[in-house]
């Protein structure tokens, strides 16, 4: 398993293709080769590219030993980006999985990325820092994005894109120098900006609504009229119907025109904050349940808000647990019921962390107050995620099942939908004490968007959805499916809930898979891979691109494929699990059953039968009586199920598998 990167170069690609070491210094790169080779692993944004891909896009007509070609310049460039790295250790910065290259620099490292997190995150900030933020940011241009490839075909769509987000940055840096009264101060960069790119109507109406509050309406509507007349004879248009309101607003003297005026999103969170700033004390309780109530809608909002929602919650939890507050560190934990779906926990020890937190507290909490005992017995069911003992359950493992039953117990009887959802929320992840269980997660999930619907409660009909996704695709029924992420998505997009899309497009890899071919299907979850970039969820994306690409080559018997599997993959948490199939699949059979003898179980969670499966077909493969049973006692309860899955990857029938441990038995026990 490959360790976690911590950049030591740092890639300028906003103009000349550059990296940089700790130093600051440019480190020689060879070659245009090199940089190009470099440029096009950057340009992936930490994906994995095909070596044929990268054959396809260095030349026009590939010489006879381009892919040998290609391997060159990665082996070079692993020498000039890990100086340091001793030998015969796998790279850390550009790794080899499966056929092609990624390159992982941390999201800082590379000056695009930075500038697109720059510009997500100055709409979100106030107009001073917005406007500072931007500024530092379009500071970064050294001239076009990819400037040493401004013909390459690979290139051109990001450096139109990096070009339109460059020129949305300048308005929007401009909008927030005029809202911050400094219009004057404006008019010059903005008049530039329309000369070099005239058909860019915003930035017409910004160089008017500058010239007019810096007292120069007659300027204001000559600058108008340029617009017009520039429109008309390059494009053949006439302005659109903003620029044509903007002009009779301009006449009429419209009020929202005056340079006093603001945004009135702007200034009503302005005002709030102020406000509550100046009534609530900085060190009162009241602000660490504000914290909370923040952070749970915070992580919602995106892969940087989620990471930023578990890092700040934890602090509350932990500042009102040391004041010893128990009533105070229950509603901090509980506010905070933002819905999960995947199984496997982002961040084990803090999440181990709160548990222990919220069962001290559970102890310390009166015994009447029944609504904050539910949310942390929830709190404790969904934040034990995939904690149920594999083989020998104890009372501390089997707590965090009692746990979801007592939330919802409670939940029922103080007929609460929002405490009902969130307790169906911790029975959900609490539901794999064995395979074969779809059919109680079905009841779970149509129960959860029934109480969400009727209460308004968007994120938890979402999940609902979700829910349905997974347990639809354990019957192989796709139409069913379809429908309730086409719901999930259409939520998404009213209540604005981007990370929903992650799990969506992983569902229709999916759905890809089971009708598609195998290039195709590997095309889907390369694609869908890309929405774990930035999601926030390093529970979810450690390992699961490989695991779904195996799980695409098992189904159809693609042994070759499996053994050119490179050897340097990060498979993440499920390593030990995939270790005997690769085995083998490369015919080292010794090593394969070596490897079972002393095999886990796996994480009783969404990829628990999927996981099984795996070790059954290598254990059938080299005739590991003890783990075949092993494996036929786990997954026997799912035989019922068409498919082996999760709604993220497909493995294929569970009867399959078992079919096989029982022929392999029959023929060990003849032989």
Known sequence: MNAHYIGLMRFQVLGPVIAHDDRGEPVALRGPRYREVLARLILAHRRVVPVGRLVEDLWDDPPTNAVGAVRTFVAGLRRTLEPDRPPRTPPRLLVTEGLGYALRPEPADVDAWRFDDALRAAATLSLEKSFSLLTDALSWWQGPAYADFADAEWARAERARLTEQRLLAVERRAAAQVALGAAAAAVPDLDSHVAEHPWREDAWGLLATALYRSGRQADALAVLARARRMLAEDLGIDPGPALRRLEDDLLRQAEYLDPVAADPTVRVWEQARAAYDSAVPPRTRTRLESTAGLMRDLAVTGGGGLAAARAHRISAVAA?????????????????????????????????????????????????????????????????????????????????????RQAEEIARRLRDPALLAFALNGVFMQSFQRAGLAHRREAVGAEIIAVAANSKLATYEVLGHLILIQTRCASADYRGADQHADAADALARRYELPLVEVFTTWYRALRTSATADLAAAEAAYVAAAASLTGAGMPGLERGLLPLAQLSLALRQHETARIAAIDPETDWGPYRCWVEPVLLV????????????????????????????????????????????????????????????????????????????????LRRSSVG
């Open 320 to 404: 009102a647990d040391d004041l010893g507050d128990a009533e105070l560190t229950a509603r901090v934990i509980g506010i905070y019921d933002v819905p999960a779906i995947w199984t496997r926990s982002d961040d084990p020890a803090q999440d181990r962390r709160l548990v222990d937190i919220a069962e001290k507290t559970l102890l310390r909490l009166p015994v009447h107050d029944d609504a904050d005992r539910a949310r942390l017995l929830a709190t404790i069911a969904v934040e034990s995620r995939g904690a149920l003992p594999v083989d020998d359950p104890t009372e501390a493992g089997l707590r965090p099942l009692r746990a979801a």
């Open 585 to 664: 699949a490369r015919g080292e059979l010794d090593g394969a059953r070596e490897s079972l003898r002393t095999i886990a179980s796996p994480p009783r969670d969404l990829l628990f039968e999927a996981l099984w499966a795996m070790v059954a077909s290598a254990a059938t493969a080299v005739g590991d009586r003890e783990t075949m049973r092993r494996a036929r006692t786990q997954l026997a309860p799912a035989a019922a199920e068409t498919t082996a899955q999760s709604g993220l990857l497909n493995v294929g029938p569970v009867r399959a598998y078992l079919d096989e441990i029982d022929a392999a």
